[in-house]
């Protein structure tokens, strides 16, 4: 009994010195995506950041955006990279301090809405969903994406049975038939998905439809008043890896590898993917009237809810002032 | 329809509040009459002692709520519903002035000069430490110790005061300036003087602390808030010129140039001899990258002398001194009635950290509660527990199987040339099955709570009738222990969202994998206790049934079962608990309705209060089935712990 209290009093105290340790790390916290290929991941792999910053930078990787924000919300991830704009936009209306300060990831095709060869329905005849069941995950950009195309085809998204599943699960039903159309992101689940289907519109048409996503990459209030040196070389060194990866793709195979995907499909999904340079985001991203300013407002409104309403003003959370 | 209630919903809280501590203070005391004047003699073990102890429970429900309604800050809120507007203005200036705080040793750890000076030597020592591995020539070696020296140096020249140039020095001592007069207009009764025309009416306008979504009305609203909200404006301006001023002193900018040349001369002097070996080539160049990173993070100038900050520092101490002071009553209120967390003043708006942001108050949870009940409102579209007037031939659908009219014999009408389908007995019969007539319509319950209900209820229904039976064979034959014992015993161990991945490609998207999902859990536990319960009964009952000429059927009706009844009833119980537990996982499947669904799609949007609601609601019915439980035990076998 005695060493059993003993044995106990061990563990808590190597417990508490555990907590200790990590809390009082002064390491910079960045949140990423898996199946998620982007040029940082070899800077991310060769350490880059860690030599650029003077810091050590540790990557942790999560399932969604929103888990990302809780993440920042609980002191642990200092930097996202790669943040869906819809969770940002959740967090913000819920009144999280958290800030954007640049673009991540344009991408036309990365988001898709994959509809059933089965169920015979393209985008002529669209309006045949309503009654049939669509496989997606609630409020993410998947979520965004399925609304313009309703919206946009002219389909009624209230007779839409909806069917909250993550991309993996929902490319399942979708092969299995359970349901007409699946919508989701990552690169693996969605060549599942298309194995059973095609996209309900082609990037060109999402385009022209103004359908048009992209991915950012969020800090926590405190760490950019703390530390906004460390977030402007954060921003440089993804900067530098965009511009040497758009000259030389030769270390793809680095990506693929911290990506988990094959070099096949980052290959595919990267052909869909564009990093937008700092004078690009600022000219057409943050400037006045420009992307951001639009897509905020826009967002903020489809996913208010009666707890966490739209914001009357967007831009005090923008603040793309290390991009200059 | 309780937002009439809601309007006085502090004079309710706080009455509750007081009179819950009131209700645990009485039940301590009563508690400690009743053991005085108690004369029953139960000994320590007897279950007896267990017993009554109402007032206990009135204790332990009563607590929970206190703990709740304190930690959510709902008590705080009640009796002074304007802290939060203030706490936020005073959030404002502390969040203004953390910028110029986090360099100083104020709250934990080094002044940041000093972090950064420790970071660069270190990184520095690394690199001299390579110098000999890397493959360098003498004259390339020299080169790079001579550029590491040179760069300490540098360095030196910042944190040494003697550079230190005066226009640096004179723009601190402008900073301590400025702080010292904010500092001096917080203690001021009168600054910043009388709100604006439109700060009234921004105050005006600031809903109630937690009316709308957000949480807290930001706009100062009192002559303290407009004191803070000023000073942090304020603040703003001082701390970003603070951000801006560098060690620029002339001594250290010849430094760098000098090092800059240095470093380029090294990089010729490396890549002119290039080597053989790639990796030593590629570590090189790294060497040198190395050295310049080193050189562009000491250029940012942000090192000063150790002593040359020491003003900034002890006038922004004195802010902080006199911003408490100012604070008065409302520091204390916030340390004692909002414990666990923080009001936080973000760019955009002020918000509930801590235990106030993932706890929320049980006024507002109820409101919610209240506001997906009604079930015009539900939660996406659906309400939580409704009825629906159904036909009745929809039930006849899922009872009768839809077979039976293939075996009625000959073939389904045909339409004539008049284009009319005159229907014979075949057509009919199929119509019955299919539900397809008129029928009077019935009520029957609908929402996402009752199709929770429903998947449990099927799942242990199906656990039970067939885990039972077979426990008990399990307990009797020696065939059916061996055979089915290493089936069960591999699975049983496996958490149940394991079989997720598997249950969604077999049954897809519907009711029956969620509910298969459910009898896979309640299964193994019946199992278990009901051949518990089988091999636990006393020999001796057995012997005496069997030499009273009992048959088998007979024993094990009569004398097994019932002696086995308390173990399959506490399975079932367990069993209950268990699958509650395994819904919101079974729901996360493949999510169209239930609790879990509501609940997964809440967490997506941080939505506390519905999370906390399903939870709440999750709890409730484990523990009304639980009760139902505890009832049925003690009604229908009260030979329990008795044989």
Same mark, same amino acid.
């Given at each position: 009994m005695k060493s059993m209290k003993k044995i106990l009093g061990c563990v808590s105290i190597a417990a508490l010195s555990a907590t200790m340790a990590t809390s009082a790390s002064a390491d910079v916290n960045v949140a990423y995506f898996l199946e998620w290929a982007t040029p940082n991941q070899i800077a991310k792999v060769e350490k880059t950041y860690d030599k650029a910053m003077g810091e050590k930078v540790n990557w942790i990787n999560f399932a969604s955006g929103t888990a990302m924000t809780e993440a920042m919300l609980s002191g642990d991830i200092d930097i996202a990279f790669s943040q869906g704009l819809a969770p940002f936009v959740n967090a913000v209306n819920a009144n999280a301090p958290i800030k954007m300060v640049g673009v991540a990831v344009v991408y036309g095709g990365a988001n898709d809405c994959i509809v059933s060869n089965a169920s015979g329905i393209t985008k002529e005849n669209a309006t045949e969903l309503e009654g049939k069941s669509v496989a997606l995950p609630l409020n993410t950009m998947a979520d965004f994406e399925f609304r313009m195309t309703m919206t946009n085809l002219g389909v009624?998204?209230?007779?839409?049975?909806?069917?909250?599943?993550?991309?993996?699960?929902?490319?399942?039903?979708?092969?299995?038939?359970?349901?007409?159309?699946?919508?989701?992101?990552?690169?693996?689940?969605?060549?599942?998905?298309?194995?059973?289907?095609?996209?309900?519109?082609?990037?060109?048409?999402?385009?022209?439809?103004?359908?048009?996503?992209?991915?950012?990459?969020?800090? !926590? #209030?405190?760490?950019?008043?703390?530390?906004? #040196?460390?977030?402007?070389?954060?921003?440089?060194?993804?900067?530098?890896?965009?511009?040497?990866?758009?000259?030389?793709?030769?270390?793809?195979?680095?990506?693929?590898?911290?990506?988990?995907?094959?070099? #096949?499909?980052?290959?595919?999904?990267?052909?869909?993917?564009?990093?937008?340079?700092?004078?690009?985001?600022?000219?057409?991203?943050?400037?006045?009237?420009?992307?951001?300013? #639009?897509?905020?407002?826009?967002?903020?409104?489809?996913?208010?809810?009666?707890?966490?309403?739209?914001?009357?003003?967007?831009? !005090?959370?923008?603040d793309s002032s290390f991009l200059k | 329809m309780f937002d009439f209630l809601f309007e006085y919903r502090g004079l309710i809280v706080g009455t509750i509040f007081i009179a819950l501590i009131a209700t645990v203070i009485w039940a301590i005391f009563y508690g400690r009459n009743l053991i005085r004047t108690e004369r029953t003699d139960a000994v320590f073990g007897n279950p007896e002692r267990a017993l009554g102890g109402w007032h206990w429970v009135i204790t332990g429900v009563s607590a929970i709520l206190i703990v709740w309604i304190y930690f959510s800050w709902d008590a705080a809120r009640a009796f002074n519903p304007k802290a939060a507007n203030e706490l936020c203005q005073v959030g404002k200036l502390s969040s203004a002035i953390n910028p110029i705080r986090s360099t100083f040793p104020l709250d934990d750890g080094f002044l940041k000069g000093t972090s950064l000076l420790v970071r660069e030597n270190k990184q520095l020592n690394g690199l001299a430490d390579q110098v000999e591995r890397l493959g360098f020539s003498d004259a390339e070696k020299s080169k790079a110790k001579e550029t590491i020296d040179l760069?300490?140096? %540098?360095?030196?020249? +910042?944190?040494?005061?003697?550079?230190?140039?005066?226009?640096?020095?004179? =723009?601190? @001592?402008?900073?301590?300036?400025? *702080?010292?007069?904010?500092?001096? @207009?917080?203690?001021? $009764?009168?600054?910043?003087?009388?709100?604006?025309?439109? $700060?009234?009416? /921004?105050?005006?306008?600031?809903p109630r602390w937690g009316d709308s979504g957000n949480?807290?009305?930001?706009?100062?609203?009192?002559?303290?808030?407009? =004191?803070?909200? /000023?000073?942090?404006k304020e603040m703003k301006t001082i701390a970003t010129d603070f951000s801006k001023i560098r060690n620029n002193n002339s001594n250290f900018l010849a430094q760098v140039e000098k090092?800059?040349? $240095?470093?380029?001369?090294?990089?010729?002097?490396?890549?002119?001899?290039?080597?053989?070996?790639?990796?030593?080539?590629?570590?090189?160049?790294?060497?040198? @990258?190395?050295?310049?990173?080193?050189?562009?993070?000491?250029?940012?100038?942000?090192?000063?002398?150790?002593? /040359?900050?020491n003003n900034v520092q002890s006038a922004l101490v004195n802010l902080d001194k006199e911003q408490k002071n100012q604070q008065g009553?409302?520091?204390?209120?916030?340390?004692? +009635? +909002?414990?666990?967390?923080?009001?936080?003043?973000?760019?955009?708006?002020?918000?509930? $950290?801590?235990?106030?942001?993932?706890?929320?108050?049980?006024?507002d949870t109820l409101r919610t509660f209240a506001r997906i009940s009604d079930p015009e409102i539900g939660y996406k579209g659906y309400p939580l527990l409704w009825y629906k007037m159904k036909p009745f031939g929809e039930m006849v659908d899922f009872i009768v199987p839809d077979f039976i009219s293939s075996l009625v014999p000959g073939h389904y009408p045909r339409h004539d040339t008049n284009g009319i389908v005159t229907p014979n007995f075949k057509s009919k019969v199929r119509d019955f099955a299919t539900g397809n007539f008129e029928s009077f319509k019935v009520p029957m319950?609908?929402?996402?709570?009752?199709?929770?209900?429903?998947?449990?209820?099927?799942?242990?229904?199906?656990?039970?009738?067939l885990g039972v039976p077979l426990g008990l064979f399990m307990g009797l034959s020696r065939f059916s222990k061996g055979f089915f014992d290493p089936l069960i015993e591999l699975y049983r161990p496996v958490p149940p969202l394991a079989w997720a991945p598997l249950i969604l490609t077999i049954f897809g998207i519907g009711d029956d994998g969620k509910i298969f999902l459910l009898f896979m859990v309640a299964f193994a536990i019946m199992v278990i206790s009901a051949r518990t319960g089988a091999t636990g009964t006393h020999l001796s009952k057995i012997h005496a049934a069997h030499s009273l000429g009992a048959t088998n059927r007979q024993i094990l009706r009569k004398v097994?079962?019932?002696?086995?009844?308390?173990? *399959?009833?506490?399975?079932?119980?367990? %069993? *209950?608990?268990?699958?509650?537990?395994?819904?919101?996982?079974?729901?996360?499947?493949?999510?169209?309705?239930?609790?879990?669904?509501?609940?997964n799609v809440a967490r997506k949007q941080s939505d506390y209060e519905i999370i906390w609601t399903t939870i709440i609601i999750l709890g409730l019915l484990g523990l009304l089935f639980d009760l139902m439980m505890r009832w049925v035990i003690d009604k229908f076998i009260p030979w329990r712990g008795k044989g």
């Open positions: 009624d998204v209230k007779k839409v049975k909806l069917v909250d599943q993550e991309p993996a699960d929902a490319a399942v039903s979708l092969v299995d038939g359970a349901v007409a159309m699946a919508c989701g992101y990552g690169e693996n689940s969605l060549s599942k998905m298309k194995e059973a289907g095609k996209p309900m519109l082609s990037v060109p048409e999402k385009t022209e439809a103004g359908i048009n996503s992209f991915d950012i990459i969020s800090v !926590t #209030e405190k760490f950019v008043q703390e530390n906004p #040196e460390a977030v402007k070389t954060f921003m440089e060194v993804t900067e530098q890896a965009n511009a040497d990866f758009a000259k030389d793709q030769s270390k793809i195979a680095i990506i693929a590898g911290d990506a988990g995907l094959s070099v #096949e499909k980052t290959k595919s999904q990267m052909a869909g993917f564009s990093f937008p340079s700092a004078e690009v985001q600022l000219a057409n991203y943050f400037n006045d009237g420009g992307k951001v300013a #639009e897509m905020l407002p826009f967002m903020g409104k489809m996913f208010a809810t009666e707890a966490s309403p739209a914001k009357d003003d967007y831009s !005090t959370v923008v | 760069m300490r140096k %540098a360095i030196i020249g +910042m944190t040494s005061p003697e550079f230190l140039d005066s226009a640096t020095d004179a =723009k601190f @001592k402008e900073i301590v300036s400025k *702080i010292d007069g904010l500092t001096s @207009k917080l203690a001021d $009764q009168n600054y910043p003087g009388d709100p604006t025309a439109e $700060q009234i009416a /921004a105050a005006e306008k600031n949480e807290i009305p930001a706009a100062p609203a009192s002559p303290r808030g407009y =004191k803070f909200d /000023a000073a942090a090092l800059k040349g $240095q470093i380029a001369s090294l990089d010729t002097l490396v890549q002119a001899s290039p080597g053989t070996d790639e990796l030593l080539v590629a570590n090189r160049a790294d060497f040198v @990258k190395g050295l310049t990173r080193v050189l562009r993070r000491v250029d940012d100038g942000n090192i000063f002398p150790p002593d /040359a900050l009553g409302l520091r204390y209120y916030d340390a004692l +009635m +909002m414990p666990g967390g923080e009001i936080r003043a973000g760019s955009n708006s002020c918000s509930e $950290q801590g235990s106030g942001r993932w706890l929320p108050k049980p006024s319950p609908s929402g996402h709570v009752w199709d929770s209900l429903l998947r449990v209820l099927a799942g242990l229904f199906f656990g039970i009738i097994i079962l019932p002696n086995s009844l308390p173990e *399959i009833l506490t399975g079932i119980r367990i %069993a *209950i608990g268990v699958c509650w537990g395994t819904l919101v996982a079974a729901e996360m499947l493949a999510g169209t309705t239930g609790i879990g669904f509501v609940e």
